[in-house]
Each structure stands twice: as structure tokens, then as C-alpha cells.
Nanobody, 124 residues
Framework: QVQLVESGGGLVQAGGSLRLSCAASGRTFSTYAMGWFRQAPGKEREFVAGIRWSGGSTYYADSVKGRFTISRDNAKNTQYLQMNNLKPEDTAVYYC?????????????????WGQGTQVTVSS
């Protein structure tokens, strides 16, 4: 079992920045590929960014490419999502996810573990 706890969400004006953190506990964090997803009211959960277990490879949704950066610190069992130049359309609940294996997938159903989510609200 892996437990994931997100933090760092909040209210920010358009153009601002936030840094989300996801602390993991349980089984060996470094053997899991990690991802960030988000879900806005009335919409499906969507992929935002993913990172391989080694941290050497990342992948982003087109909507956040160039603005968001995913990273991980396996020594601290933590992954991060640095969000810059935030837009009102980035408003959503952001979820941390983990799956066994090294590859990144954009489909929520293949992820084994999920955090409880953290709200990000961007005002115009």
C-alpha cells in the first residue's frame, strides 16, 4: 500500500504561481511512476503531468506545457508540481497518483493509488 497526501493548493490570481507537494508513505516510493491529475466541476479527471520512477523522464499535457514542472525527490518520498503563469482554466482539484512500474500513463484508471486532492483556484 502507498498513502499519498497532497498539499500546497490555494487561491491565487491569474499569472501567479503555486507549488503542490505530494508526500508518499508505505511501499518503496522510488519504484513507482507518479502523476498529477486534475478535475474541475462537471468535468472528467484529466492528466496534467507524469514522471518516471527515476525522475529522468517527464510528460505534460499540452495545456500546461511550458508553465508547469513536475519533479520528485525519492530521498524524501515526495513529488512536486510547480505551477507558474496560472490561468483561471487551471482551477480544479489536483490529485497526486502513483502506479507500479516506471512508465508514465495519461489514463487515470491505470494508477493504483490516489491522494485526497487539493483545491487550486485561480481568479481572473
Amino acid at each position: 500500500q502507498v498513502q499519498l497526501v497532497e498539499s500546497g493548493g490555494g487561491l491565487v490570481q491569474a499569472g501567479g504561481s503555486l507549488r503542490l507537494s505530494c508526500a508518499a508513505s508505505g511501499r518503496t516510493f522510488s519504484t513507482y511512476a507518479m502523476g498529477w491529475f486534475r478535475q474541475a466541476p462537471g468535468k472528467e479527471r484529466e492528466f496534467v503531468a507524469g514522471i518516471r520512477w527515476s525522475g529522468g523522464s517527464t510528460y505534460y499535457a499540452d495545456s500546461v506545457k511550458g508553465r508547469f514542472t513536475i519533479s520528485r525527490d525519492n530521498a524524501k518520498n515526495t513529488q512536486y508540481l510547480q505551477m507558474n503563469n496560472l490561468k483561471p482554466e487551471d482551477t480544479a482539484v489536483y490529485y497526486c497518483a502513483a502506479r507500479g512500474g516506471s512508465h508514465i500513463f495519461t489514463t487515470p484508471s491505470v494508477y493504483d493509488y490516489w491522494g485526497q486532492g487539493t483545491q487550486v483556484t485561480v481568479s481572473s
